[in-house]
């Protein structure tokens, strides 16, 4: 029986599995729907999720893969429950740090009341790449600069919720999460019927109203600017814009005249309002960023500037990102609305800190290594499953630059049960992680997608649950208040 | 509809009309060639290499499968414009049908390792055919499975300014061949090139029952030219391309007077006396004029189409790894 083999590991959370060796209340009716298929039966509808996946052809690219090849994020048959309770709690702390984050990055490119209060080192602020310094006095429409945001949870050994990442610039992933919704409702229908779950098909619908209340207009035109169809997250790309019924352009769809963005069709030039740009700050303008990018659309910034179109996110945003600065944003909540933190985050060490930096060297071995400009798990370095050579490199490229790395305790990431197929199929237990996706509109409307994208790290042993370094995904269930109904 | 989607649904419906034309030609001459006259000197693939501006030197059979099928580059290698056509709908996925992406996968992914040897032991013809019906069935699906909007009309002109560019391009290569073979009308090797002609355009079937089996060189003329309901006769093909025009034109002047010009076009054709053009020996002449014609078309759609009418940002080149933008 696929039960009865099922450990969770010492020492760290399991999502299905409590202390007590028993399924969590909630997983209950899951439990026995698991045990009563039997590894072989949960392998079959494993296929068959992932055929549908591939046929589909709902893939992104390798980076790595000089060939660019198409992979198929895998889903896991196994999802992951979330309590109404849960997840209410953790909505809060989102909706909190959130509308914190957005009061922050409206003060820094407008009066910065916090430098000049001291809360956050102006260093810190003016040499963080992501920092836009020319955008400081240009005011943001609707004051929302993170209209779109991905926070990335992981869960410690007490089930806690914790922020590891912001994730405000272009986060992706929010399309498998309804995708992988539709695979997990056609292959495990009997399963669905005990259970109510909040839905997540309402996405591109809430994504959309969050666009259109930051637009200057009554019936704005909206597009999805998209690198590409040799990006990652191309799908992602063409189905928001599809099911949002708004066009998806590439750069070269879009020109700038008299400070004004218009799109190229074939009945001549139209004015785009609304940018739901999914591409770095870097690549939207050759002129204001990067002259060296053949990305991006010459004058863009200019016409964002004048106020005469919307950029979501808005440039600028990143510097939250900035794994140096993740380390006030306690700091920053406390500042800006005068209330504790709702959701814990991660210790961190920063390396531009003397006191600290000894520390991380000292300790590496125990820690994770991070890039303060990092994203999508590159660069990343466990110390635990580093060789001596890699924590010997590491260690120069500390010390060689400091203000360039950060330093975590190692998580005790929360498990899940996960199928591991052939030859012998059994589910074992596999990291997680937890990724929301809120969308931020005008006066401050905060929705958060019940739920999110729960990844997770397919490699036995594995914390690194990138979907570009071998993750995979579980559908994940938030519950109606009781409703769980076996 | 944007112009660059509109530009590649454009090339979808070029590509795959190519193709067949391509493969078609090959497939006529490849009969012709083994029922030639031994006797006879005439190089009937050096017209072919000729006109699809082919660098191989002796033309022979094997060369000129080399470079017009599969070849990766050639403009008019079938394996080239079967791949283009491929690239284009998946990045146009969400405009043409299902039915149509399954079919272009399908048929792009059995061309992956193709070789000369694979086609000698598939049957030249049967290899031919095959190419053949599908560029049939593709746009079979297109007409059947889409809705018959601005997509379905910028992929029909597609097709259609394709076809006519290769009727003019035939024509041009029988004449060759005929200029290099004695001028007698009635010659076998005359019945047989203006019979080569209306099969390179599927032709041969329609026009014994338009007309009846005696193969005379104005009437193939007016068959192939003037009459608009053969679906691969240059009038049709303007004829098609006009409808499509009308109906996507706005008050843009570059698109209507391309619509005057292609309006133009079709009375020209219409008053076009055949007999005179072969009495007078003009028809050289006269088909680089249609061949023209058809190329001034194809220039101002790009213009009133595909650019915007206001100065464009310079044209964005994808960079080695372009599209390689860390993402979250």
């Known amino acids: 029986m696929t039960s009865e083999r099922y450990r969770p590991l010492e020492g760290f959370y399991d999502g299905m599995i409590g202390s007590d060796g028993l399924p969590r209340s909630c997983c209950a009716p899951l439990w026995e729907h698991l045990t009563t298929l039997g590894p072989q039966g949960l392998a079959s509808v494993q296929r068959s999720a992932e055929l549908s996946l591939l046929n589909q052809g709902i893939t992104f690219t390798v980076y790595a893969d000089a060939r660019g090849t198409e992979k198929i994020f895998p889903v896991d048959v196994v999802p992951r429950v979330l309590t109404f309770e849960e997840w209410t709690r953790l909505e809060a702390g989102l909706k909190q740090r959130l509308e914190a984050l957005n009061h922050f990055l409206c003060d820094l490119y407008g009066d910065q009341k916090v430098l000049k209060d001291g809360v956050i080192p102006t260093d810190l602020v003016v040499n963080s790449p992501h920092f836009c310094r020319e955008l400081v006095g240009t005011p943001v429409p609707e004051n929302v600069f993170i209209h779109v945001s991905g926070t990335d949870l992981i869960q410690d050994e007490h089930g806690e919720f914790l922020v590891l990442e912001d994730n405000l610039r272009v986060p992706s992933g929010v399309s498998y999460v309804i995708e992988n919704r539709i695979i997990m409702s056609r292959v495990l229908p009997d399963l669905f019927s005990r259970y109510r779950i909040f839905r997540v098909d309402h996405y591109p619908q809430m994504l959309l109203d969050g666009l259109r209340s930051v637009a200057p207009c009554d019936d704005p035109e909206i597009a999805v600017l998209t690198p590409g169809i040799y990006n990652s997250a191309y799908f992602e790309h063409s189905f928001l814009s599809a099911q949002m019924g708004v066009r998806l352009v590439e750069g070269g769809d879009l020109v700038v005249d008299d400070d004004v963005l218009y799109m190229k069709t074939t009945s001549g030039l139209q004015r785009v309002d609304v940018l739901y740009r999914r591409v770095d700050d870097a690549f939207l303008d050759p002129i204001a960023f990067r002259s060296d990018s053949l990305l991006g659309v010459p004058g863009l910034m200019h016409a964002y500037r004048r106020g005469n179109l919307v950029l979501a996110n808005a440039p600028g945003a990143g510097v939250v990102d900035d794994k140096a600065m993740y380390a006030y944003i306690p700091r920053i909540i406390r500042y800006y609305l005068d209330q504790e933190p709702l959701l814990g985050q991660v210790n961190t060490y920063l390396c531009r800190e003397s006191k600290d930096r000894d520390f991380v060297l000292a300790h590496l071995e125990e820690l994770v290594l991070k890039p303060t400009d990092g994203s999508g798990g590159y660069g990343l370095l466990v110390g635990s499953h580093a060789t001596r050579d890699e924590l010997a490199a590491a260690r120069a490229a500390v010390r060689a630059a400091p203000h360039r790395f950060i330093a975590q305790p190692i998580q005790k990431l929360a498990t899940m049960p996960t199928l591991i197929g052939d030859p012998d199929p059994h589910l074992a237990a596999r990291h997680i992680d937890l990724r929301p996706f809120a969308v931020y509109g005008a006066e401050d409307q905060i929705s958060v997608l019940p739920g999110g994208l729960t990844r997770v790290a397919l490699r036995e042993g594995s914390l690194v649950v990138n979907s570009s370094q071998g993750g995979g995904s579980k559908d994940t269930w938030v519950l109606h208040d009781g409703g769980e109904h076996a | ?328």
């Open chain 2, 1 to 328: 509809m944007l112009s660059r989607i509109a530009r590649g649904l454009y090339g979808i419906g070029r590509d795959v009309e190519r193709a067949q034309n391509v493969i078609r030609i090959l497939e006529v001459n490849h009969k012709m060639n083994l029922e030639r006259d031994p006797e006879d000197e005439l190089n009937i693939w050096l017209a072919i290499s000729e006109a699809f501006g082919s660098q191989v030197d002796p033309p022979s059979e094997f060369a000129l499968y080399q470079e017009l099928v599969l070849d990766f580059e050639h403009a008019y290698s079938v394996r080239r414009c079967i791949r283009s056509a491929r690239d284009g709908g998946r990045a146009m996925r969400d405009y043409i049908s299902e039915e149509m992406w399954l079919h272009l996968n399908g048929v792009f992914l059995s061309l992956t390792d193709l070789s000369f040897e694979q086609i000698l032991a598939e049957g030249r013809s049967e290899f031919n055919r095959r190419i053949e019906t599908f560029c049939d069935a593709f746009h079979g699906l297109a007409d059947d499975t889409m809705i018959q909007g601005s997509a379905w009309r910028f992929l029909r002109i597609g097709k259609f300014l394709e076809r006519a560019l290769m009727i003019c391009r035939i024509l041009e290569i029988k004449r060759k061949v005929l200029a290099l073979a004695p001028q007698e009308e009635g010659r076998p090797i005359d019945v047989h090139q203006w019979q080569a002609l209306l099969r390179s355009l599927s032709g041969y079937e329609p026009y014994r029952r338009a007309y009846d089996a005696r193969i005379k060189p104005a009437r193939v003329m007016e068959f192939v030219l003037q009459r608009s309901d053969f679906p691969r006769s240059l009038a049709h093909s303007i004829l098609q391309i006009r409808q499509a025009l009308g109906t996507l034109a706005s008050e843009n002047a570059a698109q209507l007077e391309l619509c005057a010009t292609a309006e133009l076009f079709l009375e020209q054709l219409k008053v076009l006396d055949a007999r005179e053009v072969l009495r007078s020996g003009s028809l050289e002449a006269y088909v680089s004029v249609l061949h023209k014609r058809c190329s001034e078309i194809a220039q101002s759609l790009e213009r009133s189409f595909f650019v915007s009418s206001r100065p464009a940002s310079p044209a964005i080149v994808p960079a080695p790894h372009a599209g390689l933008v860390p993402q979250q």
